[in-house]
């Protein structure tokens, strides 16, 4: 708000002194005053909007936590994640090490990380996982819908009816809504779909 407040202020006044610099005589010095008091406010707005740029912006593996999204490759995932070194996540990753990767999911996801996800109520929680590695990667691209599920959570068993595919749990009390892609063989496969489908429905 204040960034702003300044930049209408800088604009005003290097207006102003435009319009000054220009009337009558000494227009060589007043021309000089001008620049040298626009290059000092545009000097400071920088300092003052560098902040408010940088904050909550993506660190060096790719998580912008902030937003809730992370857009890195597999191994950047790893080793932001994980905390292993370049050349072990390069190892561990495989094919998929050079992978794009992109996630995103919702607050209740990261409360359910910070609670152990022992809220017996439950949670509303989701994340979008989708991979790409077909250029410089596996050759293969997917596409993930999971989210939290009572049925996961009780007794393993999604509560959702598999329209494709066969229905499953993954990591404990999630139900895989969405799992679908094609291999390196560019044949498209449907590993499964609920039904409903929608984040909501959970």
Same mark, same amino acid.
């Given at each position: 708000?204040?960034?702003?407040?300044?930049?209408?202020?800088?604009?005003?006044?290097?207006?102003? =002194?435009?319009?000054?610099?220009?009337?009558?005589? !000494?227009? /060589?010095? @007043?021309? *000089?005053?001008?620049?040298?008091?626009? %290059?000092?406010?545009?000097?400071?707005?920088?300092?003052?909007?560098?902040?408010?740029?940088?904050?909550?912006?993506?660190?060096?593996?790719?998580?912008?936590?902030?937003?809730?999204?992370?857009?890195?490759?597999?191994?950047?995932?790893?080793?932001?994640?994980?905390?292993? =070194?370049?050349?072990?996540?390069?190892?561990?990753? !495989?094919? /998929?090490? @050079?992978? *794009?990767?992109?996630?995103?999911?919702? %607050?209740?996801?990261?409360?359910?990380?910070?609670?152990?996800?022992?809220?017996?109520?439950?949670?509303?929680?989701?994340?979008?996982?989708?991979?790409?590695?077909?250029?410089?990667?596996?050759?293969?691209?997917?596409?993930?819908?999971?989210?939290?599920?009572?049925?996961?959570?009780?007794?393993?068993?999604?509560?959702?009816?598999?329209?494709?595919?066969?229905?499953?749990?993954?990591?404990?009390?999630? %139900?895989?809504?969405?799992?679908?892609?094609?291999?390196?063989?560019?044949?498209?496969?449907?590993?499964?779909?609920?039904?409903?489908?929608?984040?909501?429905?959970?």
């Amino acid at each position: 708000m204040w960034n702003l407040v300044y930049l209408i202020y800088i604009i005003f006044w290097i207006c102003n =002194s435009l319009i000054n610099s220009l009337k009558g005589g !000494g227009e /060589y010095m @007043n021309i *000089k005053k001008f620049l040298a008091g626009s %290059a000092a406010s545009i000097m400071m707005l920088g300092i003052t909007a560098i902040p408010a740029f940088a904050a909550g912006g993506f660190d060096q593996y790719g998580y912008n936590d902030t937003a809730r999204i992370f857009n890195g490759t597999g191994s950047s995932w790893c080793q932001g994640k994980l905390h292993w =070194s370049k050349a072990v996540c390069d190892a561990y990753m !495989g094919i /998929y090490a @050079n992978d *794009k990767l992109v996630m995103k999911w919702n %607050a209740e996801w990261d409360r359910g990380n910070a609670e152990g996800w022992t809220d017996p109520n439950g949670y509303q929680a989701w994340t979008d996982n989708e991979w790409n590695g077909r250029a410089n990667g596996s050759g293969e691209i997917w596409h993930y819908k999971i989210a939290w599920d009572r049925g996961c959570a009780d007794s393993g068993t999604p509560s959702g009816a598999a329209e494709k595919g066969a229905a499953y749990c993954i990591w404990g009390p999630f %139900a895989m809504l969405q799992s679908q892609g094609s291999g390196s063989d560019n044949v498209h496969y449907w590993d499964v779909l609920l039904k409903p489908a929608g984040y909501g429905a959970y």
